[in-house]
């Protein structure tokens, strides 16, 4: 099972049960409603009461991550799209994106809900076409153990490796940025205005992005 806590009072945490390992959970583009995967091969969607609105069933092996906004669903790898509405959701059509040829680690929308964005256990990271459902550009195999962590525009995506590197992936170029620096695993990276931020075990670094 998962809790959600509410920061701001002491009432009691949502609880978002499953049959197995809660393997993710997140909360919807305008936090409305919660998406949820397990290793019991499901995804499940809730409202912000903790009452479950819909079970995803389908997949063969855990749902290892997910992303919601207010007008689709889609999780990986990207099975469901349904339609969000006030308190209700419903599945309208199902498809599948397939490209990965192991397990699909990361993935989200990107800001102008045209593209999706994956990693995978197969080193490679991926840029979906939701309007056409086709794969629009793969880079790698290149990155064991890579993994996303912002979607920063419609252009750009931020990630790390396990080599102690971030990367800025410009999407529609398609061009890879790499900084180079640190002596240790990098444990998180963000954006702040122009600049990306990184943080290993004893230091933080600024990178200019825009740099070549």
């Not at 409305?32 to 069933?57: E, H, P």
């Not at 040829?101 to 080193?123: E, F, M, N, Q, W």
């Not at 080599?163 to 240790?184: C, E, R, T």
């Not at 963000?190 to 740099?211: C, Q």
Request: contains cysteine.
């Amino acid at each position: 099972m998962a809790r959600i806590f509410n920061i701001y009072n002491n009432n009691k945490p949502l609880t978002l049960k499953h049959n197995n390992l809660v393997t993710f959970t997140r909360f919807s583009t305008e936090d409305r409603f919660i998406l949820s995967g397990s290793s019991d091969n499901t995804a499940s969607v809730w409202d912000m009461k903790g009452t479950l609105l819909q079970k995803l069933q389908g997949h063969t092996n855990d749902v290892t991550d997910g992303a919601l906004d207010e007008r689709a669903i889609r999780y990986s790898p990207v099975r469901w799209m349904g339609q969000l509405g006030p308190g209700s959701f419903k599945i309208v059509r199902m498809f599948q994106l397939l490209g990965h040829t192991g397990s699909v680690t990361y993935l989200d929308i990107d800001p102008s809900r045209k593209y999706l964005v994956s990693a995978g256990a197969d080193h490679t990271l991926r840029l979906w076409d939701l309007e056409n459902n086709r794969e629009a550009h793969m880079i790698g195999p290149w990155c064991p153990e890579c993994s996303i962590r912002d979607v920063i525009n419609n252009e750009e995506v931020l990630g790390i490796t396990n080599s102690n590197q971030a990367f800025l992936y410009k999407k529609f170029i398609p061009k890879v940025i790499y900084f180079v620096g640190h002596n240790s695993p990098i444990k998180w990276a963000g954006v702040l205005n122009d600049h990306i931020v990184t943080t290993a075990e004893n230091e933080t670094r600024f990178w200019y992005k825009m740099a070549n």
